[in-house]
């Protein structure tokens, strides 16, 4: 019923910067939040950051003054600009989306197919 599609993700060298695009398409009313996650080899996925529709934002530590979220509400996108790049960035990035398909019903969660980003000279 709905897609979410990540695109943005390669390789960089630590120092340099990437951004993150996740289009949500399908049936949808309202998107009430998105986020990024990510998850490295051996390790759980973690939250790297997200936004309400409110526009508060919430990031992990790991990235606060290196990572911006932001979103574009009639294109149904979420953005992850990434500076400073380090090597422990190193991840599937994964986009998600908590949404309604019609008034007044339940949330859903939805989850992108991921994007590899790897931090390495």
């Known amino acids: 019923q709905v897609q979410l599609v990540e695109s943005g993700g390669g390789l960089v060298q630590p120092g340099g910067s990437l951004r993150l695009s996740c289009a949500a398409s399908?049936?949808?009313?309202?998107?009430?939040?998105m986020g990024w996650y990510r998850e490295a080899p051996g390790k759980e996925r973690e939250l790297v950051a997200d936004?309400?529709?409110?526009?508060?934002?919430n990031y992990a530590d790991s990235v606060k003054g290196r990572f911006t979220i932001s979103r574009d509400n009639a294109k149904n996108t979420v953005y992850l600009q990434m500076n400073n790049l380090k090597p422990e960035d190193t991840a599937v990035y994964y986009c998600n989306a908590v949404l309604t398909h019609v008034p007044g019903r339940n949330e859903f969660l939805y989850w992108g197919q991921g994007t590899q980003v790897t931090v390495s000279s």
């Open positions: 399908g049936r949808i009313f309202s998107i009430n939040a």
């Open positions: 936004m309400r529709s409110g526009g508060t934002t």
